[in-house]
């Protein structure tokens, strides 16, 4: 199925794409795509070394009569965020992702595809590799665990890069640059709970809400999407009022950084209700799929009947659990007063799962603001303490202070303009990036962020615009050129 991939071009950018595939790369996880780049290093001569924290450099010389013009850093993350939907059977750990060619897209079957960022690692490779491209001294800098920990950036020696011009190579979206993002954190809470038996007379469901579009917390987070946590729990809030209903588990979402996309339940309903519970989960798919018509074309909402569970939680613990998920805020806080249509707070209701003793809930924040960021991440923990959990955030991370007068920035521009005819739109973006931390170590680097199409991202809808992968490469390369002539 991979082989597809092997016909396109740029054929080298694509080669190693197709390499990459094949090589489990979890966040935290990220040994054998590391060892691959080290080894792919040492093959081609070229400096190559692995940090402390397990960030991997490359470097490459200059070109000839290029030596005396300024260093370049081209920068990506290893990590893919690992996604796949309820009925597909992936093993993250040892399988290839299954890629095709669709429409002018490159898609995966079931999964994500990790083109974030195995886009930026293949055209850093086959630019390692060439010997056709003019640039000066270039720095290739592989990051770890960017999805959910940023643990690479955070552990960067402030003294290692050598360059003090930035390309980074984790954007989605074609025709766009980016010179400042969103800070974020995120806020867990463990609510605890007592094991209780199931009482007689009740028969066990199985809650399902199937089907959504996830996607990505800060670039999707204003598109209107579902979020499988929500929707499930506006059922259980109201079932457990109107039809007795006794919860057992609750398993939503997955990572910190994409919305919900699927949620399950497992619950107990009297015996004697069960038949206008199962009606009501019937109207209720019907509401829902009506309420997002637009956004989520394919979301389904289901019940079973299932196995007695082992147990079921105490109801004063339900009852606080399902109020806080209810009143849990998710989606954009506020706008920006400054630009125009670009989301300034956001909150993420992430993930709900059922630990020995705890129900954990993730959140994350983001906002380009500091002091909002520090507001919504009080307003969520606010909810859960309210219904007795025990709330933490996380160090988070900075946002990346856009720098209007930078040089890399301008050649960026002008090059789109000159290769494409187009003038490239010049923004800040509500999503994170590395570009935040690396700023905050190195103070002077005059840093960029842009990359081609990519839709769905975090999700196992996630795909690559072909036509706009041949812009990037084509960019990539005339930046290099036009930076070593400054």
């Known amino acids: 199925m991979n082989s597809e991939i ?32 080290l080894e792919f290093g040492k093959a081609q001569n070229l400096e190559t070394l692995r940090d402390d924290i397990g960030n991997v450099i490359i470097r490459k010389p200059a070109t000839a009569g290029k030596e005396n013009v300024k260093s370049v850093v081209l920068q990506s993350h290893m990590d893919m965020v690992c996604e796949k939907n309820a009925d597909t059977k992936h093993d ?22 990790g ?55 984790d954007s989605e979206d074609d025709g766009q640059i980016f010179i400042g993002c969103a800070g974020g954190k995120d806020t867990i809470a463990d609510i605890p709970y007592k094991k209780e ?15 959504l579009r996830g996607g990505h917390s800060g670039d999707d987070i204003q598109k209107g999407y579902g979020n499988a946590n929500k929707i499930l729990n506006r059922l259980l809030w109201n079932a457990s009022r109107e039809h007795g209903l006794l919860l057992s588990d609750f398993n939503g979402g997955n990572l910190r950084n994409a919305i919900a996309r699927e949620g399950f339940a497992v619950a107990m309903i009297p015996e004697n ?52 998920l209810y009143a849990c805020p998710h989606g954009v806080i506020a706008w920006s007063q400054d630009i125009d249509d670009f ?18 809930v993730t959140t994350s924040q983001r906002s380009s603001v500091e002091s909002a960021k520090e507001d919504v991440c009080a307003m969520v923990a606010s909810v859960f303490q309210l ?34 005819d187009q003038e490239a739109e010049v923004l800040a973006i509500h999503a994170g990036l590395e570009c935040g931390l690396i700023g905050d170590k190195y103070p002077d680097m005059d840093m960029v962020s842009y990359g081609p199409s990519i839709r769905g991202a975090h999700s196992p809808d996630e795909r690559i615009n072909i036509e706009t992968v041949t812009k990037f490469w084509d960019m990539t390369i005339e930046i290099l050129k036009r930076i070593s002539s400054s």
């Open 6 to 37: 092997y016909t396109l071009t740029p054929s080298r950018l694509w080669f190693y794409f197709g390499e990459i595939l094949k090589i489990p790369r979890a966040s935290k996880k990220e040994e054998k795509i590391a060892a691959y780049l």
């Open 273 to 324: 209700s069960t038949a206008a519970f199962e009606d009501y989960v019937e109207n209720y798919n019907i509401t829902v799929k009506s309420e997002f018509k637009v956004t989520e074309p394919g979301l389904q909402v289901a019940c079973i009947k299932t196995d007695t569970p082992s147990f079921i939680i105490d109801k004063k613990t339900q009852a606080n659990l399902l109020n806080a």
């Open 92 to 113: 993250f750990d040892n399988d290839p992702i299954q890629a095709y060619i669709e429409d002018g897209w490159v898609k995966a079957k079931g999964t994500t595809l």
């Open 115 to 169: 083109a974030d960022d195995g886009i930026g690692i293949a055209a850093q490779l086959a630019i390692l590799e060439a010997d056709n491209i003019e640039h000066g001294p270039i720095e290739c800098l592989f990051t770890i665990d960017e999805e959910t920990g940023l643990t690479g950036a955070f552990g960067l020696d402030s003294k290692i890069l050598r360059s003090r011009i930035l390309l980074n190579l």
């Open 343 to 360: 989301v300034e707070t956001s909150t993420n209701l992430a993930s709900v799962k059922f630990k020995d003793d705890i129900i954990q």
């Open 387 to 420: 219904a007795g959990g025990k709330t933490v955030h996380t160090d988070g991370y900075p946002g990346w202070t856009p720098n209007p007068g930078s040089e890399v920035v301008d050649i960026c521009a002008k090059v789109y303009k000159d290769l494409f």
């Open 197 to 211: 038996e199931v009482p007689a007379g009740y028969r066990a469901y199985r809650i399902t809400v199937t089907s």
